[in-house]
Nanobody, 125 residues
């Protein structure tokens, strides 16, 4: 069983920055691909970014490319999501998710086995 705990959400003005953290409680963290998803009120959960377990290759949805950066520190069992130039449309609950190894369907939430409780990000205009 893998437990994921997110932190770092909050209220920020448009153009500001936040860094989300996701800490995993598993010894073999290096074998897990970790993704970030978000869900805004009245909308479906959507893929934001993920980082591959093997080589730390990164993937982003188009709307955050150039603004968000995902990274991982396997020694700390932690994945980060640095969010810059935030926009009101980034407002959502952000979830960390983990899956063993890799698959080309990394953008599909149903392929992740473990989820955190979510952290609220609110961007004011």
């Amino acid at each position: 069983q893998v437990q994921l705990v997110e932190s770092g959400g909050g209220l920020v003005q448009a153009g500001g920055s936040l860094r989300l953290s996701c800490v995993a409680s598993v010894r073999t963290f290096r074998l897990y691909t970790v993704g970030w998803f978000r869900q805004a009120p009245g909308k479906e959960r959507e893929f934001v970014s993920c980082i591959r377990y093997s080589d730390s290759s990164t993937y982003y949805t188009d709307s955050v490319k150039g603004r968000f950066t995902i990274s991982r520190d396997n020694a700390k069992n932690t994945v980060y999501l640095q969010m810059n130039s935030l926009k009101p449309e980034d407002t959502a609950v952000y979830y960390c998710a983990a899956r063993l190894l890799w698959g080309d369907n990394y953008y599909q939430s149903g392929t992740y086995d473990y989820w955190g409780q979510g952290t609220q990000v609110t961007v004011s205009s």
